[in-house]
């Protein structure tokens, strides 16, 4: 590494954004000079590379402070990368990275940078708040595992997709040790290991259970886990070190707790937690899991004059999976927890749906469909080549189990609106009213309007709302409507369109866009997924605002969605309408 001065550049040794903001980097330069005169010094190495790399004294008020900022290749649109030297024992404890000195200066909204401002004009106005922690800032924690886990994959040993979960709500209290209970699963790859494991329970030194798991564990770990006994301890302020303080650290990573080598490689951790702020101005513990791994002969001690080999170690990144950790992003569908809903139709419109909902927490699902996945409809089918030639409700039913294990799936291969068959089994007869029986929302995703006016006839019936949608055959357009079982229902729909009460979705009757694939036994619609999906999604938020607030669901609904104006596509639109019943129906005289 060579540094020079500011009156040593030489031509042509330039960063890249100066080819496209030509003569920024002498203002830059010169603006930065003023308060730090000679000590600025220039990384020539990098700079030959296109990069602007410099270190330098700021003078504050408290005295100078050393600091090294790093230009983007896209600078002056982001803003400057600065840091502190020195001892990373004395860096503030926020706003500050404990790892490399990396400063905090604004929020992350990138707009709070302005492309008028320099290096000199950051510092100016927010090198001090940062450091003494005043002026404004983000109303958010820095929690100690974000560093932790951001330093993990440093380790030589480091395989993507490792993780130890646990729950915000556990609370050790006072208690300052003691064993915790993993379940877990490693994965060898050459000389490096994946982990994945859940604290199942914590203990304290006492043996009194503090912690125990509630939440479900991933499909995969439930299969492949084993179980260990790991001890645990309390620490202070224990933040990631210095590339030069991590042999000081290693005692407080390697404590004790036994070698478990019943599987290879062999494994032991020690397991600390520390206070940490979890939010802004809360505080709560956080947990590391500092793994060692190798062969069983590279934990015991080595006799003198022979050579050993040592283990190797690795980070485990901790992750949060606790029920409030899961919903914490997005407290308006906690609404969804606990509720059943069911959905007819596995199609590009019904599946979507499905796994919206598991994703926003929806704790049951009942799926029906009679189809299976084919590599034609999966173009705008949710799932691809995985799910060829599975029956709709079993592909569903695996990938949301798999990928939101607090979600059960009941999946049922049924074609609605056949008869029971010799044996007493099978027909709508016994089929249909345990899944109305169960179901706070039922929703219709058939795109078939007999079967739309059974499963309203259900749903009346036992006093439960519906959700239909739909897609003219053409996809200029769509319904998502919502029936209240005691208002309008789809027939009464049929009626307000004959009447001009409620103007019809754009395309309707249109049928010039409908073929018949190579193999389907019926014709098909041309549309894709991408104006699908607004039909699903508008369907989930309809049934978030019923069960939200069932009081104010007092009428049926119909949300229209146009596509096309009748000349052009246009960006979605929506236009909701009452329905109420309609007399010549007489669902609800």
């Known amino acids: 590494m060579t540094w020079i001065g500011y009156g040593d550049l030489k031509t042509g040794m330039l960063p890249h954004w100066e080819h496209t903001c030509v003569g920024r980097l002498d203002f830059e330069l010169r603006d930065l000079a003023f308060f730090a005169r000679d000590s600025l010094r220039i990384d020539e190495d990098r700079l030959k590379q296109g990069v602007l790399s410099i270190e330098f004294e700021w003078p504050l008020a408290s005295g100078v402070c050393q600091l090294r900022a790093v230009f983007p290749d896209s600078y002056p649109f982001v803003r400057p990368q600065v840091a502190l030297r020195g001892n990373p024992e004395t860096f503030p404890h926020k706003h500050c990275s404990p790892t490399d000195g990396n400063l905090c200066l604004l929020g992350r909204d990138t707009g709070l940078w302005s492309i008028e401002w320099t290096l000199a004009k950051l510092l100016e106005k927010q090198l001090a708040n940062a450091l003494n922690g005043t002026g404004m800032e983000d109303p958010q924690g820095e929690p100690m595992e974000f560093w932790w886990n951001a330093f993990a994959p440093a380790f030589d040993g480091y395989v993507d997709g490792s993780y130890m979960l646990i729950d915000t709500a556990w609370n050790v209290g006072a208690e300052t040790e003691g064993t915790l209970r993993s379940s ?31 939440f479900p564990l991933p499909p995969g770990l439930q299969l492949k886990k084993v179980t260990g006994i790991f001890p645990w301890r309390r620490v202070g302020r224990f933040a990631p070190p210095s590339p030069e303080g991590w042999r000081k650290a290693q005692g407080q990573l390697t404590f004790g707790g036994d070698v478990i080598n019943s599987g290879s490689p062999a494994i032991s951790m020690s ?47 901790t992750l949060r999976a606790g029920a409030t950790d899961i919903g914490a992003r997005v407290p308006s569908v906690g609404v969804l927890k606990d509720k059943v809903i069911a959905i007819f139709g596995m199609g590009a419109i019904g599946a979507p749906v499905a796994i919206e909902l598991a994703r926003n927490g929806c704790s049951h699902l009942t799926v029906i469909d009679h189809d299976i996945v084919e590599p034609g409809n ?9 799910a060829w030639g599975m029956r709709k409700t079993t592909a569903v039913k695996h990938h949301v189990e798999s990928e939101y294990p607090s979600v059960e799936v009941e999946a049922i291969h049924h074609t609605v609106g056949i008869a029971t068959a010799a044996d007493g089994n099978g027909g709508d007869h016994s089929v249909l009213p345990p899944i109305f029986g169960k179901a706070d929302v039922v929703i219709d995703a058939t795109a078939s309007s007999g079967i739309s006016r059974l499963l309203a006839d259900h749903c009346k019936s036992a006093g439960k709302p519906m959700i239909s949608l739909f897609g003219t055959l053409s996809l200029k357009g769509g319904v998502v409507a919502a029936y209240q079982p005691k208002s309008g229902c789809p027939t009464c729909r049929e009626f307000a369109y004959a009447k001009g009460l409620i103007e019809k979705a754009p395309g309707s009757g249109e049928i010039s866009a409908l073929n ?52 052009k596509r246009v960006p979605p639109s929506w236009r909701v309408d009452g329905l109420p019943p309609m007399k010549e129906c007489g669902c609800n005289p």
């Not at 914590?202 to 798991?213: E, N, Q, Y």
């Not at 004059?305 to 190797?312: A, E, H, I, K, V």
């Open 271 to 317: 397991v600390t937690v520390q206070s940490t702020e979890l939010s802004h101005r809360v505080d709560g513990d956080t947990w590391l899991f500092p793994l060692r791994y190798g062969p069983a002969k590279s934990f015991r001690a080595v006799k003198q004059g022979q050579r050993g080999t040592s283990p190797s170690m690795i980070i485990v990144p």
């Open 516 to 567: 018949q694939p190579a193999g389907c036994a019926e014709l098909t619609f041309t549309g894709a997924s991408f104006d699908l999906h607004e039909l699903s999604l508008e369907a989930v938020r309809l049934t978030v605002d019923i069960l939200s607030q069932p009081a104010e669901f007092k009428e049926s609904l119909v949300h229209t969605l146009t596509l096309h104006d009748g000349i």
């Open 184 to 214: 877990y699963s490693v994965q060898k790859i050459d000389d490096k290991i994946r982990f994945q494991g859940v604290v199942e329970e914590i203990k304290a030194k006492d043996g009194s259970v503090l912690a125990a798991r509630k």
């Open 378 to 386: 999966s173009i705008r089918w949710p799932l691809g080549a995985t």
